[in-house]
């Protein structure tokens, strides 16, 4: 069974986990009714994209 040789640092131990961190998502407002949305998707509110009427449209 392979066992290290010597103690991991803390230093390169935290160097390691630097990258192990959680982003909150990026939060923008949609320009039809001004609710906060995901960017690049539909607006849940209006159910518009880009202008556009994409969600609820009915003929």
Same mark, same amino acid.
């Given at each position: 069974?392979?066992?290290?040789?010597? &103690?991991?640092?803390?230093? &390169?131990?935290?160097?390691?986990?630097?990258?192990?961190?959680?982003?909150?998502?990026?939060?923008?407002?949609?320009?039809?009714?001004?609710?906060?949305?995901?960017?690049?998707?539909?607006?849940?509110?209006?159910?518009?994209? &880009?202008? &556009?009427?994409?969600?609820?449209?009915?003929?």
């Amino acid at each position: 069974m392979a066992v290290p040789k010597k &103690k991991t640092s803390k230093s &390169k131990r935290d160097m390691r986990r630097a990258h192990d961190f959680l982003l909150a998502p990026g939060i923008s407002v949609c320009p039809q009714c001004q609710e906060p949305k995901l960017p690049h998707r539909a607006c849940a509110a209006c159910g518009t994209y &880009k202008g &556009k009427d994409i969600v609820g449209t009915e003929e």
